[in-house]
């Protein structure tokens, strides 16, 4: 692979990592992860593991997302203000 | 306290990208993994797979055949990993349901 | 999500969306010989494309598709499969999962294995589907987030 688009995917790697650490709200913390699963995802192809390539997209990004977004809802306070 | 965590964070990768300055080039012909025998001189399993993998199976993708032939026993446990998570899911999880009603 | 009302455009997409991604789950599963893929990536497939509708339609959808005490039958239906295809070829003669010694006449020895690896990529796919669905139902508790 041309190693300009791979630096490209990597710094918008970290950048994904340092937002979802440092947000504050959980549900874009979330989106920040799958972003990030996707990445590496595009990494892992990149590197000729097609395979890990293809369990990292559909696990991480999709099946891990819909999960999380599940448990911050359900331990939000319930409060009708 | 932030400037910590950022100066651990920032040790960390650096000793992370020192380790990988010493891994072999991705894709070369010649790394120790792709060697027909090994530097102790045991020959290398993997070597067997590639050659082998379609005359015993007729089927052209190695992966495959590695995780649900060679390496079936393996693949069985890690099924049975995935199943005993859902029954704890199910142990742990649904009684607090029937509890709050 | 909690006071807020349903979205028919969400709802629309999700039901658009949602057979193709089961249809390439099953090709991704069958097709595993010839191209990435397998058991594990294509159960996740069909479990999201399940999940799919019962994030957007709620469980009023979802009880036309899988109910919700269907899914334990079917992982222990899928981790039966494995299993009993190894013990099968146990009792024919072989080792435990030695595809070679499947009952099955007419067969060379090399088809018999290429059988084999596809019967337990069904199972382990069955397996993972029925599983993450069933994870999503405990996690909700019966609460409706459409």
Known sequence: MIWELELIIYLFLALSAIVALEVKDLLVAVVMMTIFSFLMALLFVAMGAIDVGFTEAVIGAGVTGILFVVVVFQTSRKSND | MKALKILILVLFAGILIYASSDLPFRGDPDNLMHAEESITGTTVKGNYFIQNAYRDTRTPNMVTVVLGDYRSIDTFGEQVVIYTAGLITLLVLRRSRRRGK | ?146
């Open chain 3, 1 to 146: 999500m909690r006071d807020q009302f349903q979205s028919p455009i969400v709802l629309l997409g999700a039901r658009l969306l949602s057979p193709y991604i089961m249809v390439f789950g099953w090709y991704v599963i069958i097709h595993g010989h010839y191209s990435p893929g397998g058991g594990f990536q294509g159960g996740a497939l069909l479990a999201a494309s399940l999940l799919l509708i019962r994030v957007a339609g709620g469980s009023k959808l979802a009880e036309l598709q899988i109910q919700e005490f269907a899914t334990t039958p079917l992982a222990v239906i899928g981790v039966v499969i494995y299993f009993a295809t190894g013990l099968v070829a146990m009792a024919a003669g072989g080792y435990f999962l030695d595809y070679e010694a499947l009952p099955i006449p007419g067969v060379e020895p090399d088809w018999l294995r290429y059988i084999g690896i596809l019967i337990i990529e069904v199972g382990i796919g069955l397996a993972v589907m029925a599983i993450l669905v069933m994870i999503y139902d405990n996690m909700v508790r019966g609460e409706d987030y459409a």
